[in-house]
């Protein structure tokens, strides 16, 4: 099997340029650094979607999906990276920091996006026969956080290949 390289991106940074607090902005981004620093070293650790659980029908990952935007909405984003954590084929190690750094960055726009008041699920594409990628959205009183997943099926079953999350609107797919 060849080897994959997952990319997570944290398109939520961009969200952070306008923080106040240059310390926690500054701490996240030497973490984010060590983080792509220490992946070119681990490069040769497997990444295989064998480790992660599957999802044997299509119709199953939108309920996936709304399930992972729904723990966010209720203010439970450890549950919610748990939830992808489980269907991901990261590395554990590697998805510690994904989950440390997920959590850090949503508490720092909390102030300035407002509480979360509930979720939908926007769209769902089927790219090609093994790729589908569903977009979210979870409502806060001042703004928006869409939520991209992508799911990949090598074979015969599906797994999160990749997630993001940010604040562009615009991004949204809606065909």
């Known amino acids: 099997m060849k ?7 944290f398109g939520c940074i961009l ?3 306008g923080c106040d607090n240059d310390r926690q902005l500054n701490e996240l981004k030497c973490k984010i650094d060590a983080w ?11 990444i295989t979607a064998d480790a992660a659980a599957q999802v044997e029908f299509e119709g ?4 996936l999906s709304t399930s992972i935007i729904k723990a966010v909405s209720d203010n439970n ?8 954590e ?12 994904v989950r440390q750094l997920t959590i850090e960055q949503l508490n720092m726009i909390k102030p300035r996006f407002g509480e979360y008041v509930g979720y939908e699920f926007i ?11 569903h977009d979210c959205i979870v409502k806060c009183q001042n703004h928006i956080l869409r939520w991209e997943f ?26």
């Open 60 to 63: 199953e990952l939108v309920e």
């Open 123 to 133: 769209n769902s594409k089927k790219i090609g026969t093994a790729i589908v990628r």
């Open 3 to 9: 080897k994959q390289y997952i990319c997570i991106l």
């Open 86 to 97: 489980k269907y991901s084929p990261l590395p554990e190690e590697e998805f510690k920091l």
């Open 36 to 46: 792509e620093k220490n992946r070119g070293a681990d490069i040769n650790r497997k």
């Open 150 to 175: 992508f799911y990949y099926k090598p074979k015969d079953k599906w797994f999160l290949n990749t997630f993001k999350w940010d604040d562009q609107i615009r991004a949204i797919q809606t065909d």
């Open 15 to 17: 969200l952070l340029s």
């Open 77 to 84: 984003v450890p549950m919610a990276l748990d939830i992808i």
